[in-house]
Each structure stands twice: as C-alpha cells, then as structure tokens.
C-alpha cells in the first residue's frame, strides 16, 4: 500500500527556516516523481516543487518562481523520505503543504504543474509571522 506521511511543520518569525519530512512506503522510489504543494487560507493549490528520484539519494529537483532560490527538495536514501528544506520564509509562504508521488512516467512529466500525482500525504501547517 503506498502510503505518504508530512512532518516537521510549524510556526516560524519572516526569515526563519523549517525543513518539512515526507515519509515514503509501499512503493520503489527508482524512476518516481515526489512533488510537494501548498495551500494557503483562501487560496488555490499550487506545486511549489517537484523532486524526480532516480534511484534512492539520486534525484534532480524543479521550483516554481515563488520558492525558487529559497526552498530545496531532495530524497534521503537512509530515511526514504522526501524532504524539503525552507529558508527565509515570509508571511505569504503560511499553509498547508503536502507531498505527492506520481509512480508512473519519466523525468520530463515530473513537474510541480502536473495534475497526475496519485497519491497524497495528509499535509503539514507551516504558519509564518512577521
């Protein structure tokens, strides 16, 4: 059973960092995509990242405009979790941010803009103050 879990949310001042943990299981990570979204209060979802895993520890990552510079996805092979690392967050980064994996496709369909991940981890808080 594929199965997704976040962690690692909370609350930060503007600038702080946070690092947000999505555990893997029930699949092989080889040739997967993990795509990491948010949604905040009143808002749309958006992809923020995605994270193409070639093997577990080997993995190239995209960004969209708004996290770019700022925020970085990687996979750890010894915790087979997918991670994203935020620093200098402000206000506007405050939501819910959960982690997806589509299992099927290559590296070229691997974008935070897909509508095709199939499965989902039931999302983290981040909450971000000025």
């Known amino acids: 059973q594929v199965q997704l879990a976040e962690s690692g949310g909370g609350s930060v001042q503007a600038g702080g960092s946070l690092t947000l943990s999505c555990s893997l299981s029930g699949f092989t990570v080889d040739r997967t995509c993990i795509g990491w979204f948010r949604q905040g209060p009143g808002k749309q979802r958006e992809g923020v990242a995605a994270t193409f895993i070639v093997s577990p520890g080997v993995y190239t990552s995209i960004y969209s405009d708004s996290v770019k510079g700022r925020f970085t996805a990687s996979h750890d092979k010894y915790t087979n979790a997918a991670n994203l690392q935020m620093r200098s967050l402000q206000p506007e980064d405050t939501a819910e941010y959960s982690c997806?994996?589509?299992?099927?496709?290559?590296?070229?369909?691997?974008?935070?803009?897909?509508?095709?991940?199939?499965?989902w981890g039931q999302g983290t808080q981040v909450t971000v103050s000025s």
């Open positions: 997806a994996a589509m299992l099927k496709g290559g590296m070229a369909t691997c974008t935070y803009l897909s509508r095709d991940f199939a499965y």
